[in-house]
């Protein structure tokens, strides 16, 4: 069965910092891969998705992730963290033949001025 | 105006009441999810549904079920709600296309006392 591991439940940085969230995934064929940002009392907006092509992803906000096919990854980074960023982060897999959309627990990110 | 819409937005309710939730969008999506979201597990697939007369069970259907009245609506019912039913409810739509995004409503807060 497919999963997704985000490690660690709360990241915090400070503003300015890089901001790196992982998340990798267990899959026996190359899967479609998202990030989703949660800002308090809203829904999911889509960050970035990998479906085929150049691994490395650019989304919106100056979000970024790389999928490695051999670390089974696809982790995302910030090169500086603005206090706007804080919010939770969604990784979500979903096979090609599959309506699935496999989400991990989510990662708090906590900027700190 | 927002393409994907529930109501309500927070709900108090108490142990054995019937609740109906429901979600619009018009995005002219056939495809539509019901999830709900708790703290440290992610978001879990309730129901979805591929048109109007195509609804299926998600990974954790148990004391739900759904009506999808229109390709824009969908609605998910809690026939008789308990307390772990408390929760964070999201309505999502997508196309079919490979590797398309989800959509999401900004939730429904409920809580089952």
């Known amino acids: 069965a497919q999963s997704v591991t985000q490690l660690g439940s709360h990241v915090s940085v400070s503003e300015g910092a890089l901001v790196l969230l992982r998340c990798n995934y267990s899959s026996s064929v190359p899967p479609y891969l998202f990030w989703y940002v949660q800002y308090p009392n809203q829904g999911l907006q889509l960050l970035l998705k990998?479906?085929?092509?150049?691994?490395l992803v650019k989304g919106i906000n100056g979000f970024e992730a790389e999928f490695k096919k051999s670390e089974t990854s696809f982790h995302l980074t910030k090169p500086s963290a603005h206090m706007s960023d804080a919010a939770e982060y969604f990784c979500?897999?979903?096979?090609?033949?599959?309506?699935?959309?496999?989400f991990g627990s989510g990662t708090r990110l906590l900027v700190r001025p | 105006d927002a393409d994907v819409t529930q109501t309500p937005r927070n709900r108090i309710t108490k142990t054995g009441k019937r609740i109906m939730l429901e979600c619009s969008q018009t995005k002219g999506h056939d495809r539509m999810y019901w999830y709900r979201q708790d703290p440290g597990l992610g978001l879990r697939l309730i129901y979805y549904s591929f048109d109007v007369k195509d609804i299926n069970k998600g990974e954790i259907s148990d004391g739900y079920s759904v009506s999808r009245q229109a390709q824009a609506k969908f609605s998910l019912s809690l026939e008789s709600a308990i307390p772990n039913q408390t929760a964070l409810y999201f309505c999502?739509?997508?196309?079919?296309?490979?590797?398309?995004?989800?959509?999401f409503g900004p939730g429904t807060r409920l809580t089952v006392l």
């Open positions: 979500a897999v979903r096979m090609d033949s599959s309506y699935k959309l496999i």
């Open positions: 999502a739509t997508s196309t079919g296309l490979a590797g398309a995004q989800q959509f």
């Open positions: 990998y479906t085929t092509g150049a691994t």
